[in-house]
């Protein structure tokens, strides 16, 4: 068996060139968004990445929809902050830049312990295990305060023993790049895992549970070692985001954290490995950047969301992916006008869905001004005219949307037919 | 079953032993108590009317469903009660009636699935599955017999009816176990599908021990050494093409039925 452990010949050129451009990206994205806001940002995404990736190790590569994934990762950045405090008292002689293994070990420890409860059932019930196991230990988060800090949670300070290189983390930077090295060897893991046999028995078991029982293999622990090794990289991203924040409190295990995680990996597209990497930038775009302009992100986050379960239930990734082999063919000029329209048509829309709901926002609460302005025009909105413009923005944007979508729809059945034809 | 009686099944060369076994749905008796010997490296068919049960008692040999009484041996050891998985291991597999195959995997993917466990794998998360050359390999000659080396990328979900089928007794053969039991395999062929389907079966199930269940006649006389008459949960008869055509019972129960509605003909 000795030629047969893992290795890479022959040498997949593409797939190191792909890999090489992430770390590259990775290094130089502080250097190239230079804003302190920016790197806040970055630090996020990488997190929520690895978080992302390990959700989908469940969802999109094995079928197991869990609605208490957080578990994982809060439970594992709970055991990171007491390492952390531990160092910083002297008592745990390890370097600030491993505490990811230990979140990861923690994360895999209880993917053991739930796990070996959640992976008995596959589907709805496996969801609805996976949703009380989280509400369970959210609830004793907050009823052991010793070990968990109740409602305040447990704070940390993540300069902590002998620096290493000079390297404290204390300065942003150095944790972004903390981030950034854990995000691509977790990325490269994660990978791997997929290319492995219970890689590949996990996509067996998620398309015909029946089928691979009778091909040998019991699928509950095909569902429960893919768990464990997801918990790993969630525990992984919990203490990741334990140094940045220098705090883990109960949210870290809340439903709402499993919810974001499904919603990231959802967006950027199940079926496809990278599509959570997507998933988890928009969704930190979303969450952190919106949030600061908006106190309705949320909302265009649910409709955002929305619109992809509708409309693209592969993800921003299958969209991507869709124009490929046009573009291969040289006819993506073809759509271009389309894809224009429907852009332009979108906007007009969403401008008017914005103004429509930032009213009714400053409308719902008494305290707050009605006199406001968007994109630099300034109106009340007690007024009449603003809810007529944003109305009518809004229908005629829709109408318009309708009217791209068809035209969209006939160029690319155009294109698709040519296709066919090519290959008959 | 005694003792005694287990080391006779063991000396008679059975691959699968079938003692009064019974399965029951509710009040429903659906077999009801059938003894039957498969001899190791023949041919074995069981033919019989709708409802009789032939699926049910393979769903029962393979694990699927439970037995309510009786025993089953496969090559003289008990696997009465063992999951599917378990059964497979100890080197039975079986297919499907309704296509049961893996649908966003190609059809490469789907018989390496088929060839992982046995070929040692297992759950492995450290081995990379396609520097995997013995995997390969059996793959790839998997493919060959069956016909869809050509398809080897395509996913199976779009494969033709045809060729599903064929990637079914792909996935069932791949595993390389020694007894084989195919459930309906040519059902909805056309004629030269069945043709070609039954040519298939017969290069790959050499060497091997095959039940299957069959409602062409034409395939069950081309490909069976022994028949099986089940009728009503209760094996009728068992012998060979000769000894079933000429047997009075079966005429009257089941052959002249047929012949009567001309439906399983």
Redesign the interface.
Known sequence: MA???????PLNLGRWMIWGATALALAIAPHVFTQSFALTLLTQMGTLIIFALSYNMLLGQCGMLSFGHAVYSGLGAYVTVHALNMIGKGALALPVSMLPLVGGVAGAFFGVLFGYVTTKRAGTTFALISLGIGELVFACVLMFPGFFGGEGGISSNRVAGAPVLGITFGPAIEVYYLVAFWCFVSMVAMF??T???????A??V???P?????????TQ??RF?QLV?SSFFAGVSGALSCINFEIVTAENVSAIRSGGVLLAAFIGGIPFFFGPIIGAAVFIFFVVALSGFTHAWLLYLGLFFLAMVLYAPGGIASLILMQIPVMRAGRLRELAAPYLLALAAFLVAFAGLIGLVEMVYRLSDANLDTNMSLAGIAFNAKAQAPWIVSGALLAAGLVALRYAARFVGERWAAIQQDFEAGRA | MSPQAKVQAQASGAAIELVDVRKSFGKTEIISGVSLAVRRGERHAIIGPNGAGKSTLFNLISGRYEVSSGEILLNGQDITGLKPFQINRRGLARSFQVTNIFHNLSVYENIRCGVLWSAGYRYSFWHRVGGLKDVKQRAEHVMERIGLASRRDVPAGTLTYAEQRALEVGITLAGGAEVILLDEPTAGMSRSETAQAVELIRAVTEGKTLVMVEHDMGVVFGLADRISVLVYGEVLATGTMEEIRSNPAVQEAYLGTVHKDGADA
């Open positions: 030629d047969a452990t893992l290795r890479f010949a791997a895992l290319q492995t046999p219970l890689g590949r028995m996509n067996a998620r398309d015909n029946e089928r691979a029982e009778f091909i040998g293999y019991d622990k095909v070692l090794l």
